[in-house]
């Protein structure tokens, strides 16, 4: 079920692309047919491209060498797991197709189709927008910052619904904190067997964690001026 509050700014699918690319702690590569997962093991160059660590002794090496020149030989899979458990954690993957070439004891990998996938769908992203996109500022913050806010500071979560439209909190079982960039705060809000995402927008964009907890004290004096309301839980199966 997709829950919604009105139009709220967010990042594009480039930007968000980059996020995604720079949070990312694993990729899987396949070529020639085989799948194969690297943990730990990449790094991103400025203009998208992915540095890769791979034993001189693996079959990826080898047939990276061995490719026709600058022809698409590979694809790269990312995905973007939400730091706070939720259902369906995987909040987006991310496919590159391209060629690698030897850079030093590394493989360099070139994108030459970069394809995005969120919940509201895929999108093919244009070479140049991709290479020229940043991550968003609080991207290698977001995991620490949310799981702060859902472990430390659950009645600050439970305070914020007060902005969510009285509708997309019926038969709520629970809410989580889900993402957060520098244009706002989302929401999970999860029932007994559907769930859906509310988005809290910032008054301005916040471009570092001091301008974010600015943005996050805004949005919680905003919700203590709200009208007041206890969330009516429905339990959960397998709840106690």
Known sequence: MGDTQDWAAGPGAAERARSVLATAWSCA??????REEYVGAHAVTGDGGVLLDVPEDSALFAAALCAPRG???AVLE???????????????RLWLAGFFSRRGARLLFRPTRVVLRQPSGAVL?????????RPDPLATAEAQLLTHLADSH????????????????????????????????TLRIERTRAHGDVRLA??????????????????????????????QRHRADGDR
């Open 202 to 231: 910032f008054h301005t964009p916040a471009d570092d964690v001091s301008q974010l907890t600015e943005r996050m004290h805004a949005l919680l004096t905003q919700a203590a001026a709200a009208c007041p309301r206890a969330l």
């Open 125 to 133: 992203l244009e070479l140049e927008e991709f290479a020229a996109a």
């Open 29 to 34: 590569v396949t070529a020639e047919g085989a």
């Open 154 to 185: 659950p009645d600050a979560v439970e305070r914020l619904t007060r902005l969510v439209r009285p509708e997309s909190l019926h038969a709520v079982t629970r809410v989580a904190p889900l993402a957060v960039d520098r244009h706002g705060l």
């Open 71 to 73: 022809e698409p030989t």
């Open 78 to 92: 990312f995905a973007d797991v939400a730091p706070v458990p939720v259902r369906q954690r995987i909040r987006a």
